[in-house]
């Protein structure tokens, strides 16, 4: 019988958690503990509606108090969790207390991969609300806003930065934009949306040294060019949360080890959110997400699971992104692909692009496609192996696929 459930994180994860906890019935103890001194909210507007100052703090609470004293949800805040002890299901707070509760989830998220070398009062990573305001003030007219990294973080910032008024220079190591994830076709295709709105793309430069001086914050890059700007954002990906599990007896790799019901190796905790590593059925392997959707998700997943419903998490990952005033979407999961089909007209930036291996469609990514995406999601999930040429022929509709 559990009766009381501690979650150790206070984002999306935690919230989603602690409202399907209280949605299935559960009327035990619910405690959630979060370093940040505010209440869980939403963190991608931080990078775009918030950073451009189109939202305030109120539109991205999760959690109001008035929610959780109606549903009797304590959230302690401002408190750091020092250390997981598995085998009890406790945590220890910095202050050397420990809490025990029937069932353990962790969610304490991730934090910004900080780039070696580069530090100073121009430097900026974005993760929290105190990110995006102190980032907000350098984001104005004829400002030179250096971005390193041209992930979905990097890319976002610098959309805004641009829209702001702002001069962008982005810094990418790789040949092209989120090559890792979309591959080189669809990566240039990224580069090239970029380029046509006016960023200075550098792409396969890496910072090789960092300085500031007389008020300006300097790079000089591996091919030896010098890029002179106001402020310097660093997105370069995250890391997990995992040093409070350190010696808990819980396995850890590159996150938390869970399996598809989100369950550590240690029996009544569980994980879930960005720093869990989970393994999925449908792609048979275990994989670390980083996004809204799947945080909301896989925080459902793990509440449902520590209430005894065994539900297995399988949807296939979707994630969006909206710069540079395109919708950029991405759904399933392809490490590996022979084929990619292209439906639309990649030039003029809207297309959706299938991922094949071996005839099964693994993944789609398209720029202002959501709903051929969506589709395409749900193909994923039914690990379709769709006509190519179908896919390809705007004149399909591709629900008849389904």
């Known amino acids: 019988m559990i009766r009381s459930v501690i979650v150790a994180g206070a984002g999306q994860t935690a919230a989603v958690a602690a409202r399907t906890l209280r949605r299935r019935g559960f009327e035990g103890d619910v405690l959630l503990i979060g370093e940040e001194h505010v209440a869980p909210y939403q963190r991608p507007p931080l990078s775009k509606e918030y950073l451009a100052g189109e939202e305030s703090g109120g539109d991205l609470c999760l959690l109001t108090e008035k929610w959780c004293g109606d549903n009797d949800v304590e959230l302690?805040?401002?408190?750091?969790?020092?250390?997981?002890?598995?085998?009890?299901?406790?945590?220890?707070?910095?202050?050397?207390?420990?809490?025990?509760?029937?069932?353990?989830?962790?969610?304490?998220?991730?934090?910004?991969?900080?780039?070696?070398?580069?530090?100073?009062?121009?430097?900026?990573?974005?993760?929290?609300?105190?990110?995006?305001?102190?980032?907000?003030a350098d984001i104005r007219p004829g400002a030179h806003v250096i971005v390193v990294g041209a992930g979905f973080i990097g890319s976002e910032v610098a959309s805004t930065a641009l829209a702001g008024g702002a001069r962008v220079t982005v810094v990418e190591r790789a040949g092209h934009p989120l090559a890792h994830v979309l591959g080189a076709r669809m990566g240039a295709a990224c580069a090239a949306l970029q380029?046509?709105?006016?960023?200075?793309?550098?792409?396969?430069?890496?910072?090789?040294?960092?300085?500031?001086?007389?008020?300006?914050?300097?790079?000089?890059?591996?091919?030896g060019r010098v890029i002179e700007g106001d402020v310097v954002v660093v997105g370069v990906g995250m890391v997990p949360n995992v040093e409070p599990l350190a010696g808990s007896g819980i396995e850890l790799d590159d996150g938390v080890v869970v399996d598809e019901y989100c369950r550590t190796s240690v029996e009544g905790v569980y994980a879930a959110g960005d720093v869990a590593r989970h393994y999925h059925p449908l792609f048979d392997q275990r994989?670390?997400?980083?996004?809204?959707?799947?945080?909301?998700?896989?925080?459902?997943?793990?509440?449902?699971?520590?209430?005894?419903?065994?539900?297995?998490?399988?949807?296939?990952?979707?994630?969006w992104s909206d710069q540079f005033g395109r919708n950029l979407q991405y759904a399933g999961h392809a490490r590996e692909w022979d084929e990619i089909v292209v439906r639309g007209r990649v030039e003029e930036f809207d297309f959706v692009a299938f991922y094949l291996d071996k005839g099964v469609l693994r993944a789609a990514f398209g720029m202002d496609r959501g709903g051929e995406v969506a589709v395409a999601r749900s193909l994923v999930a039914a690990r379709a192996v769709p006509d190519p040429a179908a896919l390809r022929d705007e004149d399909t509709d591709l629900t008849e696929l389904l």
């Open 287 to 319: 994989i670390r997400v980083e996004h809204f959707d799947h945080a909301s998700g896989h925080g459902m997943a793990a509440a449902k699971n520590i209430l005894g419903q065994r539900v297995p998490y399988t949807s296939p990952h979707w994630f």
């Open 76 to 136: 302690r805040l401002g408190t750091r969790v020092a250390a997981v002890r598995g085998a009890e299901r406790a945590v220890e707070l910095a202050d050397g207390s420990v809490l025990r509760a029937d069932a353990l989830l962790v969610a304490t998220g991730g934090r910004p991969r900080r780039l070696p070398g580069v530090e100073g009062e121009r430097v900026r990573y974005l993760r929290t609300v105190a990110d995006a305001d102190r980032l907000r």
């Open 195 to 223: 380029r046509a709105s006016g960023v200075d793309l550098r792409t396969g430069e890496t910072v090789r040294e960092y300085a500031e001086s007389g008020g300006h914050a300097a790079v000089l890059t591996g091919s």
